[in-house]
């Protein structure tokens, strides 16, 4: 079994900055990227950023492009998420995830809530 445990969450004002972390453990996984995604209350969980594991290729939801940096540190097994100039509507529960070789996301973490306050 795959373990994901996010963290980093919190209560920020709008503008402000938040850096989550996803650390991975667990049995040997044939990892092909890891992403975070986000479900804010009444909503549909929705993408946030991808990262390809062996060559750091990365790719954005339109929503968090030119905010958010997305990273990883594979000696650490983790995998990062910064995210700057936020505002309200960033508010969610922030999940971390692992996309295998079959491209499906096999493997979630419990979540870390982020919280902007206008």
């Known amino acids: 079994q795959v373990q994901l445990v996010e963290s980093g969450g919190g209560l920020v004002q709008a503008g402000g900055s938040l850096r989550l972390s996803c650390a991975r453990s667990?049995?040997?996984?044939?990892?092909?990227?890891m992403g975070w995604f986000r479900q804010a209350p009444g909503k549909e969980r929705e993408f946030v950023a991808t990262i390809s594991w062996s060559l750091g290729y990365t790719r954005y939801a339109d929503s968090v492009k030119g905010r958010c940096t997305i990273s990883r540190d594979i000696a650490k097994n983790t995998v990062y998420l910064q995210m700057n100039s936020l505002k309200p509507e960033d508010t969610a529960v922030y999940y971390c995830?692992?996309?295998?070789?079959?491209?499906?996301?096999?493997?979630w973490g419990q979540g870390t809530q982020v919280t902007v306050s206008s």
């Open positions: 995830a692992v996309e295998g070789p079959s491209h499906t996301y096999d493997y």
């Open positions: 667990g049995r040997t996984f044939n990892t092909y990227a």
